[in-house]
């Protein structure tokens, strides 16, 4: 250990005969811990609040999904889809159709997503478990599962044969004449309704498969997309060459993250908002840092005469007030880490903050590229401060050591 090194560190612990000298490096000490642990816990937030927005994703949304490149669908024959089911990376996968049609019902109407499914359906998504009234479609049946908003703006009831759902989508053949109407129109009845999210709730309708290529006039080999279960740590890399053995059309295959890439970009977007902003309140706490050591160094005055008596030069003396200024910043930033991580560990495992008007925990969670992120902000910035404090102090000190 170097000489600069202990002397730095043990000015970090001495105490000064002058009370205000004290308090200023107490509160250059409270100050950085204060910040640190406030950026922590604000990124630990916002990494909680990613994944529970994203667990509403992951619900609906399969592993993969392959997707036309052109045109609104992809041909593959029944032969093909059980080439693909018997893939040794894939655990289970469905055929959708989807598009946007008209729903009606009374004098209520709305326009939403038709997506029609099979019954292995639910061996990709467990779209059963998500149905709040009611049951999941039945086989064969002109029987439609909606969403719990689109439900409620159109006061659609539970198996009401009173009143059926009208269905209504642009018909792919030219009118005959003048009166034909320009829409397919099919009438269902409502099954159940789902509860996902206010915005998959608004959006979406289920029926059964056969239903929907009805309606839509689609020929038996076509499909919206494929929806895929993989095995655990199968790569996209891997899951793209075994589709292109066995898929003859071109296609584009998603992964979780390219199906909701707004939403990640979103939140990508606020973190690093936030980061900026915390970063900047963190660059205030360290002028604190700056006012601390010029204080240190008036009050050592007498000292560093004797150290550059004894030899010492102006870039060792400027070294230990550079280390000194790092220390403060690394061991306050410490410490308000370790605040930090009690607090979001405590709210993981017992929580004791919930989400203004509801019952539910406030999503945090402790992730290591946290912790590394801000540990770098306090070195960097701990670096550049006692760099330019220690900097701008030496001209002064010489100047007094001359004299």
């Known amino acids: 250990m170097s000489l600069v090194f202990r002397i730095a560190w043990r000015y970090f612990f001495s105490k000064s005969n002058q009370t205000v000298v004290n308090r200023i490096n107490n509160i250059a000490l409270l100050v950085i811990i204060v ?56 655990e289970n996968i469905s055929a959708t159709l989807e598009e946007k049609v008209f729903l009606s019902f009374n004098d209520k109407s709305q326009v939403a997503y038709l997506k029609g499914v099979s019954p292995d359906y639910l061996s990709v998504i467990p779209a059963d478990s998500l149905v ?47 009166r034909q109407s320009p829409f397919l129109t099919e009438k ?9 999210s206010e915005d998959i709730d608004k959006k979406y309708v289920f029926s059964n498969i ?6 839509f006039q689609y020929p038996k080999n076509a499909y919206s997309a494929i929806e895929i279960q993989t095995k655990p740590n199968v790569s996209y890399q891997a899951l793209h060459i075994e589709l292109e053995k066995l898929i003859e059309g071109e296609f584009i295959l998603k992964d979780r993250v390219a199906l909701n890439s707004a939403l990640y970009k979103m939140l990508n977007t606020e973190n690093v908002a936030v980061y900026l902003i915390f970063t900047l309140v963190l660059v205030i706490a360290m ?21 550059n008596a004894m030899g010492a030069t102006h870039e060792k003396l400027r070294g230990i007030f550079f280390l000194l200024g790092v220390l403060i910043s690394l061991i306050g930033g ?8 009690i607090a979001v560990i405590i709210q993981q495992a017992s929580p004791f903050l919930q989400v203004p008007g509801t019952s539910l925990p406030y999503p945090v969670k402790w992730e290591f590229e946290n912790f590394i992120l801000v540990v770098l902000t306090l070195f960097t910035l701990g670096v550049i401060t006692s760099a330019w404090a220690s900097r701008g102090v030496k001209k002064l000190s010489m100047t007094k050591l001359d004299q």
């Open 35 to 90: 910040a640190s642990a406030s950026l922590m816990i604000v990124l630990s937030a916002f990494s909680g609040l990613r994944e529970f927005g994203l667990s509403f994703s992951s619900i609906f949304d399969p592993d993969y999904k392959i997707l036309p490149l052109q045109g609104k669908t992809i041909l593959v024959d029944s032969h093909t889809l059980k080439k693909l089911k018997r893939l040794s990376i894939i």
């Open 132 to 178: 709040a009234v009611g049951e999941w479609l039945i086989p064969d049946t002109n029987c439609v599962v909606a969403g719990y908003s689109i439900g409620a703006s159109m006061d659609l009831g539970v198996y009401d044969y009173t009143d059926f759902l009208n269905i209504s989508f642009p018909q792919n053949s030219p009118q005959k004449n003048l």
């Open 188 to 196: 269902a009845v409502t099954v159940g309704l789902y509860q996902i």
């Open 210 to 215: 056969n239903f929907a290529r009805k309606l």
């Open 287 to 307: 002028f604190n840092v700056i006012g601390a050591l010029i204080m240190m160094i008036l009050d050592k005055k007498s000292e560093i005469k004797i150290l």
């Open 334 to 341: 410490a410490i308000g880490i370790i605040i930090a991580s």
